[in-house]
């Protein structure tokens, strides 16, 4: 990497990113669809889709990621990620693969967009 710092994060606060980014949604999901489960259930899908992919193309980081003080960011030299890399990434989270990891603790859908969950991000400039 060339002038900027940074540290992958650790998987309790992934998670805890997610859980907040699901909560989020599964609110929303249910003001808009208080009856139908199964109708529920998509919206919150389409709602976790789009508040993860708006915001990490715009941020940088999903709001519960915001919270969690996370970035995404490349894998190789820290900038951030395309908008297709993005889409890729969120759409392999909302099925489910946030779930398996490799061996050395990144998950599939960050080896897979070549991007990395980071604690902290700097210039050393």
Do not use: C
């Amino acid at each position: 990497m060339n002038d900027q710092i940074f540290k992958e994060a650790s998987l309790g606060r992934r998670l805890w990113a997610l859980f907040l980014d699901s909560f989020g949604a599964y609110l929303v999901a249910s003001a808009i669809e208080p009856h139908n489960q199964s109708n529920r259930l998509l919206l919150q899908m389409a709602i976790l889709f789009i508040e993860i992919s708006v915001l990490t193309i715009l941020q940088g980081a999903s709001f519960g990621q915001m919270i969690a003080r996370l970035k995404v960011v490349d894998y190789v030299d820290g900038g951030a990620l395309s908008i297709p890399r993005v889409l890729v990434r969120t759409l392999m989270i909302i099925l489910v693969l946030p779930a398996i990891f490799r061996h050395d603790g990144r998950s599939v859908h960050d080896v897979l967009a070549k991007s990395v969950v980071v604690r902290y991000y700097k210039n050393l400039a």
